[in-house]
């Protein structure tokens, strides 16, 4: 990473904290290196619980969101997630995270089911849904109109680009990550993206050729998209953090 501006801040939109072992030296570094926010999102019932958690202890640092990630769908378990996440969904910025994945072994019309109750929650609450679409692009988006959600962030974008100008048309957002250096698909909607539609994120920790990424990385996904877009890195970053407070209602100023 480059030496960024001392005066940037920047919030990842997408970090599974639960699952790191060094989370007090991740978040610490973190701090230091300008990340002001970082949204926590949740999988299943144990991650749900563990990503309140770790935002009650970190207030106003760590905002929570819990979900049901396709990828964790049991039947025997459905009923107790999903009560769990009404139960506590008031405490979140957000719901997710939530989707279809058509890529993984869970029944189709299972994911469906479960995708469609969350959304259902999505509207009750009020709360933006961060969206999981492995190869269910279109159906994620389908589902999501039908359903009436205003706030919507689809979460490492690359998927089509027909598709692409439906979402920006219905007012949606995409995320960017540190796979912009080398996923020919991802860069191409982010060039096709306005900057006030672009959040930025890690999805720590998931490993990016050969590293495994820590919320410090959501720099590398800064500087990505201002080369990408050829737009001024300061002016990405606040940019980007305006556009990450309004989406999920975060209760402090971008400065």
């Known amino acids: 990473m480059a030496n960024l501006p001392e005066e940037i801040s920047l919030i990842d939109v997408h970090a599974h904290l639960e699952e790191l072992s060094d989370l007090p030296d991740a978040l610490s ?4 290196l300008g990340i002001k926010g970082i949204v926590a999102v949740g999988m299943d019932l144990d991650s749900n619980r563990k990503t309140l958690e770790i935002a009650r202890f970190h207030r106003r640092f760590v905002f929570p969101a819990i979900g049901f990630h396709p990828w964790k769908i049991r039947g025997d ?3 107790g997630n999903l009560s769990f996440i009404e139960n506590h969904l008031q405490e979140c910025i ?9 890529k993984v072994n869970v029944k189709k019309d299972l994911q469906l089911k479960v995708f469609r109750n969350l959304l259902d929650l999505s509207i009750t ?9 492995r190869f269910s692009h279109k159906r994620t988006y389908e589902m999501v109109v ?8 689809f979460h490492w974008y690359s998927g089509p680009l027909d598709l692409l100008d439906k979402i920006l ?6 995320s960017a990550t540190p796979a912009l250096t ?3 698909p991802h860069q191409e909607a982010i060039k096709k993206t306005p900057i006030e539609r672009i959040l930025l994120e890690t999805d720590t920790p998931v490993i990016y050729r050969g590293k495994e990424s820590r919320p410090i990385d959501v720099r590398i996904s800064l500087e990505e998209v201002a080369r990408l877009k050829e737009l001024d ?23």
């Open 169 to 174: 048309e219905s007012g949606y957002f995409i």
């Open 77 to 79: 378990e459905i009923d």
């Open 233 to 255: 890195i300061t002016g990405v970053a606040k940019a980007t953090t305006l556009n990450a407070i309004q989406f999920f209602q975060i209760p402090f100023s971008p400065s």
């Open 182 to 184: 080398y996923s020919p």
């Open 125 to 133: 609450y009020d709360k933006p849904v961060i969206l999981h679409c």
């Open 146 to 153: 039908e359903r009436g959600i205003k706030r919507a962030l």
């Open 29 to 32: 570094n973190a701090k230091t």
């Open 94 to 102: 957000a719901l997710g995270e939530i989707g279809l994945d058509y």
